[in-house]
């Protein structure tokens, strides 16, 4: 055995057990997580209720707690009101109206800072404008904004009055946005006139311009929020700015009490097909889970700071920035920028400057500061910092000392948080306080949380460190309700696999002998690139449609800082390009990829060849095509291709 396969054997056996002084000052300890699994495991609904009436705050008691008549579209304290918005602004104004509730900074250095009661006066004016303007309860809203308050404002805006909100992320291009509009049925985008985002400027409302050109009639109001003051076209009749929008609203506005299964968002992600999927979250099941895992994972006390970097257009900055911390009456930050704009050194800016406590990131992140070096983290006072979390893909064991021992200053619990935009939070993780950590491993279900690994056939898969199907065995408050206008695709991705017992997360997974589990990567053709997801079907989707490709086939090869990156081989219409022209196409074909779907859908890799792998029945040899982008040799039998001689073609060698 070489040293560093022993070295690595060593690191993932390491064991982190939370510091003493950690453990002592944790709202869990081992008693209270003790006596939650017990309850759960006794009672589930009545594991849910209880919480349910603990921490949310309810204008109608509900009488039933889970009702499973129509499973697997499971509904949650069906006959319960209230309001998402008042949980998680109204209810803190008694307690801590002055208190900071968000810390804002821009790319360019400037800052704001919204006390729980200005940003409530805030969402009431926006609510009353989002009213006058005609929308009502029920209405889709989609919001295409950088990362400024006015996106959370615009989204409990929403929530206030019971309109439907579907951030579509700043990153994405018009196109995309489109089809979510389309999707959606929206009457309204928010947006801006543009976003800052690592020294440039993101023409947000020129995208949507653009994207509203077909097809969307159904939008008859976008408002503008001046944010870059990059000049931009405004429709009259249809564009309104902001500021107009909200000039004379009263800065109160009376929160609607909604049903607990009333639709609070609509969040669109990749799926194993070209057309991205819906994901429909209800208000109260997910409000409960968002607010007890900011106290329960993130260990949220009266005086933290807790900065999630996630954007809002990710299910993250979804539960752990707009909605979660708030109703757990958190102080957050928010930043609109690059992680390295300036520099290297922008997120140990922040948070010395915020006196950051709680900070919550990607992994890919950690590996792109980690390249950077030692010496730039050691340049900012870190020392505020007591928790580090993780999310969006398996964290490497070195990146995850380095986090351990640079940033956490060795003194800080690292919680590996596995979940889902469909699970709407955390559901796999160390609770800080108790859980002793291992790089790598996201360790047990909380409380609550039935998941397992099973087999081909659903049976459990009890041998220690044998790889299965990641499933939960029982619903849960922030599960998905459906896809949003197609619960067919709802039960066929997430159900039917095991007979609708199970849902199926799409993850494999493996358990070692003390229970902690691994996740391995997706068993569907979704890759995971920089913590995003993203289909290979959609990537293929949009190269087709270029005038000069014929077919194509997308697939993930290991990649050292986004974990993984898009590999694409094209079969041109006409003659094979080589050489210079080979370069040049690529190129075209990657602008083309990151103007149809977004930059992060850019291949990193392009090869063209005459033909694909296909087996003689017409299936892509999708597997052959993977050990081609990882340089690994062919060792499978290549001998049923319909055309051996692409093989050196794929390689790049012909
Ligand atoms: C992956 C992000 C390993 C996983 C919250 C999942 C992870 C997909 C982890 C969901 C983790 C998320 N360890 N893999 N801690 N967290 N994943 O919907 O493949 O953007 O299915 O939600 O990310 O991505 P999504």
Redo the contacts with the bound molecule.
Sequence with gaps: MTDKSIESILTEQRQFPPGEDFAKAARYKQADLDAMYASAAQDHEAFWAGLARELLDWSTDFTQTLDASAAPNYRWFTDGELNVSANCLDSNLAERGDKTAIVFEGEGGDRRRLSYRELTADVCRFANALKAQGIEAGDRVVIYMPMVPEALIAMQACARIGAVHSVVFGGFSANSLRDRVIDAGARMVITADGGHRGGKIVELKAATDKALEEGCEHVDRVIVLKRADCGCAMQDGRDIWWSDAIAGQADSCEPVPLNAEHPLFLLY?SGSTGKPKGIQQASAGYLLYAKLTNQLIFDIQEDDVFWCTADVG???GHTYVAYGPLAAGATIVMYEGAPTYPDGGRFWSICQKHGVTIFYTAPTAIRALMKLGDDIPAQYDLSKIRLLG??????NPEAWIWYHEVIGGERCPIV???????TGGIMISPVPGVTATKPGS?TRPLPGIDADIVDEEGTPVDAPDQGGYLVIKKPWPSMLRTIWGDNDRYIETYWEKFQNRYYV???SARRDADGYFW?M??IDDVL?ISG??LGTMEVESALVAHPRVAEAAVVGRPHEIKGEALFAYVVPKGDRPTGDDAAELAKVLRNWVGEELGPIAKPDDIRFADNLPKTRSGKIMRRLLRIIARGDEITQDVSTLENPAIIDQLRGDA
């Design positions: 992600t990710w299910i993250t993780t999310v969006g893909e398996p964290i590996d948080t596995w979940w889902q935009t469909e996201c997360a799409g993850d996740i990567g997706r995971n995003h997801r």
